[in-house]
């Protein structure tokens, strides 16, 4: 088998410690599998502002535009809040992005048994809890132009964002749902704000296009993005593959995170069009972001990370065995009551460090191989 090539790009905040735990994963799976990995690493977010003055480096962009997939950390911290726009870490990974065409953000949100009674939600509405935000990653508000701080008179200033969506923006993202759907229930639920928002009623007309012409077979719904707020918090198993737009993407995976018991136990994958090899182009990077009030201190849950590698062998590598027991071990784990501080709730648990829940994600893999 050809090998695969990873770039790494810990990024800023927690970042590098959960992707330390990834990167001894990986090594396991060269090791006790016989998989050829090659792993390289850059700098990306307030990382590479302070080697480079850029957060995101052209020679970086070049590293991940021949990768078969690129593993991210987190990017951003505090410390870069007060730098102008284009040279703030998160501008790095929005040029990833959109540099990439990464337009498919797929954000599963999956309740592992062991967590259910964490949920701020009571267990019932969680439990068994299995459903899947297709996020638009590369236009929309996020990318819209006009935009800017601008002065009117009088001392008057306004702020300009402009949200907007092409045919084809929506079709292909509308597509990634649909084919995700017919793998899982077979149903795809469209939220934008289509009473308010030409924008939105665009989406709705296209997603309907794609549905009727392509994809009869899968059943397909709408709901204003409110509503859609709403129903995931008051009956969130109702939904199987939600698509939606990058605004409302960001917003509704948040919510959805917080179903699961902790935004640390959230994966996802940034896939695009298809490369010579076959696979997407990819990106994978854990939803929690850098967490600048744990830094350094080995409290980060690793998971998030570790499943988005998980992810990476799924999508990119057509590893699905390798990626099953992969989360296998995530879930087993917890089910042996290991716990980082974001999962610590419940009397009498104690915490776990980074690096320990990283042990037992490794000993759980070391057991797979002992059943198998
Ligand atoms: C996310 C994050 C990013 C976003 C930030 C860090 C730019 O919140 O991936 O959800 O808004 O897309
Ligand atoms: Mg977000």
């Given at each position: 088998?050809?090998?695969?090539?990873?770039?790494?790009?810990?990024?800023?905040?927690?970042?590098?410690?959960?992707?330390?735990?990834?990167?001894?994963?990986?090594?396991?799976?060269?090791?006790?599998?016989?998989?050829?990995?090659?792993?390289?690493?850059?700098?990306?977010?307030?990382?590479?502002?302070?080697?480079?003055?850029?957060?995101?480096?052209?020679?970086?962009?070049?590293?991940?535009?021949?990768?078969?997939?690129?593993?991210?950390?987190?990017?951003?911290?505090?410390?870069?809040?007060?730098?102008?726009?284009?040279?703030?870490?998160?501008?790095?990974?929005l040029?990833?992005r959109k540099e990439l065409d990464l337009y498919a953000n797929?954000?599963?949100?999956?309740?592992?048994?062991?967590?259910?009674?964490?949920?701020?939600?009571?267990?019932?509405?969680?439990?068994?809890?299995?459903?899947?935000?297709?996020?638009e990653l590369t236009s929309g508000?996020y990318f819209?132009?006009?935009?800017?701080?601008?002065?009117?008179?009088?001392?008057?200033?306004?702020?300009?964002?402009?949200?907007?969506?092409?045919?084809?923006e929506?079709?292909r993202v509308?597509?990634?749902?649909?084919?995700?759907?017919?793998?899982?229930?077979?149903?795809?639920?469209?939220?934008?704000?289509?009473?308010?928002?030409?924008?939105?009623?665009?989406?709705?007309?296209?997603?309907?296009?794609?549905?009727?012409?392509?994809?009869?077979?899968?059943?397909?719904?709408?709901?204003?993005?409110?509503?859609?707020?709403?129903?995931?918090?008051?009956?969130?198993?109702?939904?199987?593959?939600?698509?939606?737009?990058n605004?409302?993407?960001?917003?509704?995976?948040?919510?959805?995170?917080?179903?699961?018991?902790?935004?640390?136990?959230?994966?996802?994958?940034s896939?695009g069009?298809?490369?010579?090899?076959?696979?997407?182009?990819?990106?994978?990077?854990?939803?929690?972001?850098?967490?600048?009030?744990?830094?350094?201190?080995?409290?980060?849950?690793?998971?998030?990370?570790?499943?988005?590698?998980?992810?990476?062998?799924?999508?990119?590598?057509?590893?699905?065995?390798?990626?099953?027991?992969?989360?296998?071990?995530?879930?087993?784990?917890?089910?042996?009551?290991?716990?980082?501080?974001?999962?610590?709730?419940?009397?009498?648990?104690?915490?776990?460090?980074?690096?320990?829940?990283?042990?037992?994600?490794?000993?759980?893999?070391?057991?797979?191989?002992?059943?198998?």
């Amino acid at each position: 088998m050809a090998s695969r090539s990873i770039l790494i790009l810990a990024g800023d905040g927690i970042g590098p410690e959960v992707m330390r735990e990834v990167k001894r994963v990986i090594l396991w799976f060269s090791e006790q599998c016989g998989i050829d990995f090659t792993v390289s690493e850059g700098l990306v977010g307030g990382a590479a502002y302070d080697a480079y003055g850029t957060p995101l480096h052209d020679d970086t962009l070049d590293q991940a535009r021949e990768a078969d997939a690129i593993l991210l950390g987190a990017a951003g911290a505090p410390k870069y809040d007060a730098l102008p726009f284009e040279v703030k870490p998160e501008r790095g990974l929005l040029k990833l992005r959109k540099e990439l065409d990464l337009y498919a953000n797929l954000r599963p949100a999956i309740c592992f048994e062991a967590l259910a009674d964490y949920s701020s939600l009571k267990k019932e509405f969680v439990s068994g809890l299995d459903l899947m935000i297709v996020r638009e990653l590369t236009s929309g508000v996020y990318f819209g132009e006009p935009r800017g701080i601008f002065d009117l008179k009088d001392g008057e200033r306004e702020g300009i964002n402009t949200q907007r969506y092409t045919t084809n923006e929506i079709r292909r993202v509308a597509r990634s749902a649909f084919e995700l759907a017919r793998q899982r229930q077979n149903r795809v639920c469209s939220m934008e704000k289509a009473n308010v928002m030409e924008s939105g009623v665009l989406w709705r007309e296209e997603v309907e296009w794609v549905g009727d012409n392509e994809y009869p077979d899968v059943e397909l719904s709408h709901m204003y993005a409110d509503a859609g707020a709403m129903q995931l918090v008051r009956k969130p198993k109702q939904f199987d593959v939600i698509v939606t737009d990058n605004l409302f993407g960001d917003i509704l995976s948040d919510a959805a995170a917080m179903l699961t018991g902790s935004l640390g136990m959230l994966p996802s994958a940034s896939l695009g069009e298809q490369m010579e090899a076959g696979w997407p182009r990819a990106l994978y990077e854990p939803v929690h972001g850098s967490a600048p009030d744990i830094t350094g201190q080995d409290k980060a849950n690793p998971c998030a990370c570790i499943l988005s590698f998980a992810m990476a062998m799924h999508y990119s590598f057509d590893m699905g065995a390798e990626a099953k027991r992969l989360s296998d071990a995530v879930e087993a784990t917890l089910a042996a009551g290991i716990r980082t501080p974001d999962l610590l709730q419940l009397p009498g648990e104690s915490p776990a460090s980074t690096t320990l829940m990283g042990d037992a994600i490794l000993r759980e893999l070391d057991h797979s191989l002992a059943y198998n």
